[in-house]
């Protein structure tokens, strides 16, 4: 199954037995006896890991990140034991972190049940069981989990070689361990092993329990030498293998929207105090770098200084990038600001559907689609989030404006090159700051700047209002009809959000506050049927500025120089499929997260993990498919792509 796909993934039927048996496949996931001796032997040992951290640490040339992938997480026992490995080690690289994927993945309480024979991993099974996905039906797509500060996964749900396909990572070692080749073939597919000669390097090694001759042949194919090793047991043999030789980069005939890695960062700034500027900087220093936040005012103090801000999916009755971007970006979020504590409340967003559009929508969504419980809920009215809630923005920011090294109050009217740093220029052209890495998050005040100023972002006048009662609100959970209403205590909540037009003019001006923006918000709320808002009075107003794109997605990653590639793919319009056209100059060390929109605080940790994961050149948490319909080249791209007028 494709992980882009909007479905659900079905868990394996099991027989908890002497072991954990599939009836499906005729095979075993582990048998009880010496299971967890016989995968430290297979993988950790096969794979040569404690020799190789301690080498690295020896040698001086000790890695910031080590990464593990396999072709089947099963019940995660692989992990488990490669984790409690690398907490008992003292020499070893700074992070692990684990790529594995699952075509049939258990449900939390199914997969608590199975982990609970094994006592000795109770610590490492906690910690998967408390960030693994909740429910017993799991979408399909890329989940990524930080267990630890130094320990995380990327759980990809769908088929193996479809997944790898979408995976952006460099392994150093993989775990092979499908079911037996002969009972599960598309395991040990060609394709598959396309991949992982694609995900490889020099040195990259792999470990299986089989000793089939054709998957030695297989493995040697993509370019390992393969040795066999005494099986563990009763098994005669197994596979180990080595890549001896770096692997040529596969060539892509439109690589219009490149992932590129900083080539020094050991300088970040971030351009921008909200809440994208703040999930930049808490991702980068999650992994180990410094940043500098810059903003011409105090931090969260723009569209991201509402006091209160939703959490949620957006869901599509048909599949698109947008519905599958947010699903994944809501699942990152939970687990986000759940790490932090009381900052984020779930306490569900009910959506009315009472024009005959929503209805539509509403019959469309679920005749259509299979969700799971905790993401979304029917109702004769609308529909529940059951997992969705509030963020407070305030005691947010006062939590991770920690993961900074310092914030500079300053007001950036320009930024440009010089040799292998960018500067920061106030009006006087004095440099502010300078760096190796630049991330602008810094919303329509983007387009001030020279490399983005052709990109079609578009901004919208939002205010919310904070109003009071002296009745208690006829409601618990956030509301959303017309506009929503999020309850802040028993007699007061905030009522959003007015999206106007602006005219060009006013653009880069401090939004005003409007007595007829407050009363719409209120308004949105008369003739509603199910129930009535109490008479009150406003506490206050905040107004903000909120950027958009045409295609409703936000903009993400690095930043290409427009005037070389109009010239590079001028002829694009013409359609010619098979002409090779080379990949899209990078402006180096410059990246871009704008167009937020409303969402903001849904998307924004997840960009801010892609942001810094793409600076640092680690592991994707997000589908290369989906990385491209983000990338802030994808306009000029689709621009060149039409005939011209």
């Known amino acids: 199954m494709n992980p882009l796909s ?249 690589n219009w929207a490149p992932i590129k890695a900083a080539r020094h960062h050991d300088e970040i700034v971030v351009l921008g105090g909200g809440i994208a500027g703040l999930s930049v900087a808490r991702a980068c220093t999650l992994a180990g770098q410094s940043v500098t936040l810059i903003d011409k005012d105090e931090p969260m103090q723009g569209a991201s200084g509402n006091p209160l801000g939703m959490v949620m999916p957006h869901l599509t009755a048909q599949a698109s990038p947008e519905a599958l971007f947010y699903w994944r970006a809501f699942d990152f979020a939970i687990h986000a600001y759940l790490s932090d504590s009381d900052i984020f409340q779930s306490i569900g967003i009910k959506e009315w559907c009472e024009t005959d559009k929503k209805q539509l929508w509403k019959k469309t969504l679920f005749n259509d689609h299979l969700w799971p419980e905790a993401l979304i809920q029917s109702s004769k009215q609308g529909v529940l989030y059951p997992s969705a809630g509030v963020i407070d923005t305030q005691r947010l920011k006062d939590q991770w404006l920690s993961y900074t090294k310092q914030v500079v109050v300053a007001d950036v009217v320009g930024i440009k090159k010089e040799g292998e740093h960018w500067l920061l220029l106030d009006s006087h052209h004095k440099v502010i700051q300078s760096c190796d890495v630049l991330v602008v998050t810094a919303g329509i005040h983007s387009l001030k700047f ?109 930043v290409v120089d427009a005037v070389t590639f109009e010239q590079e793919y001028a002829d694009l319009h013409h359609g010619r499929h098979w002409q090779q056209y080379p990949e899209a100059t990078t402006h180096e060390g410059l990246y871009l997260m704008t167009g937020l929109g409303a969402r903001g605080f849904t998307s924004a940790p997840l960009l801010g993990q892609l942001l810094a994961d793409m600076i640092l050149d680690r592991t994707l948490p997000l589908e290369k498919d989906l990385c491209q319909q983000l990338h802030p080249n994808r306009f000029l791209y689709r621009q060149l792509k039409k005939p011209p007028q």
Not at 119 to 147: C, D
């Open 450 to 558: 020279l490399p983005f100023e052709s990109l079609p972002l578009v901004p919208k006048h939002g205010q919310v209002s904070v109003i009071e009662s002296d009745k208690p609100l006829p409601f618990s959970q956030v509301q959303r009809h017309q506009g929503y209403a999020i309850p802040m205590s028993k007699h007061r909540c905030l009522l959003g959000a007015t999206f106007d037009h602006m005219n060009e003019a006013d653009w880069f001006k401090a939004p005003l506050l409007d007595a007829s923006h407050s009363e719409r918000n209120a308004n949105k709320w008369d003739g509603f049927d199910q129930w009535q808002l109490p008479e009150y009075k406003t506490i206050f107003g905040k107004a903000g500025i909120r950027t958009t794109t045409p295609d409703h997605l936000p903009v993400c990653g690095n």
């Open 6 to 254: 909007m479905a659900v993934a079905t868990a394996p039927q099991i027989e908890l037995k002497d072991g954990l048996r599939s009836p499906a496949f005729d095979d075993v996931y582990f048998n009880t006896d010496e299971n967890l001796a016989d995968a430290s032997y297979v993988f950790l040992e096969g794979n040569n890991l404690i020799q190789r951290w301690e080498a690295q640490a020896h040698e001086g040339v000790q890695s910031d990140v080590f990464v593990v992938a396999e072709t089947g997480f099963g019940s995660g026992l692989n992990f488990l034991l490669l984790m409690k490995l690398w907490q008992q080690q003292k020499n070893k690289p700074k992070q692990l972190h684990f790529i594995s994927c699952e075509l049939h993945p258990f449900g939390k309480k199914q997969l608590s049940k199975i982990l609970a024979q094994f006592s000795e991993l109770k610590t490492q099974s906690e910690a998967l069981l408390s960030h693994y996905p909740n429910g017993e039906s799991i979408r399909f797509g890329f989940y990524r989990l930080q267990l630890f500060d130094s320990v995380s996964l990327t759980l990809m749900v769908g088929d193996a070689a479809a997944c790898y396909q979408q995976c952006h990572a460099q392994v150093d070692a993989w775990f092979l361990d499908g079911f037996d080749p002969k009972k599960n073939p598309k395991m040990w597919s060609n394709s598959l092993f396309q991949q992982i000669n694609r995900l490889s390097k020099k040195g990259t090694t792999i470990a299986t329990y089989t000793a089939a001759s054709s998957i030695r042949r297989l493995i040697e194919s993509q370019g390992f030498q393969v040795n066999k090793r005494k099986g563990f047991g009763k098994k005669r043999e197994m596979i180990t293998a080595v890549m001896l030789d770096d692997v040529e980069p596969v060539a892509c005939k439109q």
